[in-house]
């Protein structure tokens, strides 16, 4: 067990009695949330002993094919919470409506978000994955509850958090009031407070994004990569790495742990999607996690958690990590946007371009 031996039911609570009208309800449902991650972390654990890889041969609302893991994880976070009473109801990735919490249960107010298992696609390889979570209040706890419902920006959320199914196992949560890390002691079955205060450092030199999609970028984010890569040459004056995971859990633990930045812009590849990643279950919990950590989250042209959403499974550019870096992307965005950059889009330019494609 770790020195400070805080459970994270016992940091809950007593950040819970801080405030007075706390009913304790919101608690038990952060309990409920965190058995069903032990149950998952388990499963994930034991592979293809348990017969939890490969795929479950059908697919999903996003038109992904399902991994088995996929299903089963979306099925314990349902069984694991939707009886406490904690939830009025819940929404997932891999369902395609909302999901009341049944009659034979009491309702709650709160409602809960999830990606049962991201970076699904890693896990035959054995590679690191997560679950993401939000939680909002219900705005009418005593109306059946809509689609509408959960249709508010991410500025709302009362807690995000993510468990990251890695060589240690983790919940990295924020109710507000900062980003605090709990590592689980297989021993004694409790996530113990190993990371409070987590923060991300200002100013980096890492950079993570697809550059297989280079060619369907938009000119701000080609700019922004050329200029990595230029190195300390080029106009940042600093060398940087690169790192891609493919695993937003994955990305958003390393950035938390040691800077970065993270970016799934949009792009031109399928002029149909405004992103890759959901803005409900995905890109507002992680930015709610990392700004309580001192990082920034955008879209490259604003505040992810201020976007309205217009539907469930809407999906979002996403760019976020380290402050400055993201505050410099934006600025690169702006000067795109009101024509600005005109030398840098010049074909010349293009041509110098590591990733470009000559003119
Ligand atoms: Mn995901
Ligand atoms: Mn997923």
Known sequence: MHPTNITLT???????????????????????IA?????????????????????????????????NLDVISNEILVRATEWGGHLAALASEEMEDIYAVPDNYPCGKYLLLFDPLDGSSNIDANISV????????????TAPPCLEHFLQTGVEQVCAG???????????LTTGQGTHGFTLDRDVGEFILTHPAMQVPAATQEFAINTS???FWEPPVKR??????????????????????????????RILTRGGVFLYPRDSKDPDKPGRLRLLYEANPIGFIIEQAGGACSTGR???????????????????GSREEVEHIELLYRAHD???DEPYRSPLFHERGFFSEPA
């Not at 997560?130 to 706890?141: A, H, K, M, N, Q």
């Not at 790495?241 to 859990?249: D, H, K, Y």
């Not at 201020?306 to 996403?318: C, D, F, G, I, N």
């Open 302 to 320: 604003g505040r992810v958690l201020e976007v309205a959403p217009a539907a469930l499974h809407q999906r979002v550019p996403l760019i976020f």
């Open 224 to 253: 922004y990569i050329d200029e990595c890569l230029a190195g300390g040459g080029g106009s940042r004056g600093k060398d940087y790495n690169m790192r891609w995971i493919a695993s937003l859990v994955a990305e958003a633990h």
């Open 162 to 172: 993510y468990a990251l199914y890695g060589p240690a196992t983790m919940i990295v």
């Open 35 to 67: 058995t069903a991650c032990k149950v998952i972390a388990s499963a994930a654990g034991k592979g293809a002993l348990a017969g939890v890889l490969g795929s479950a041969e059908q697919v999903n609302v996003q038109g992904e094919t399902q991994k």
């Open 338 to 340: 009101d024509g600005t």
């Open 130 to 141: 997560g679950t993401i979570f939000s939680v909002l209040r219900s705005p009418d706890p």
């Open 10 to 32: 016992q940091f809950i609570i007593e950040s819970q009695r801080r405030y007075p009208q706390a009913t304790g309800e919101f608690s038990g449902l952060l309990n409920v």
């Open 213 to 215: 999609n280079t060619r």
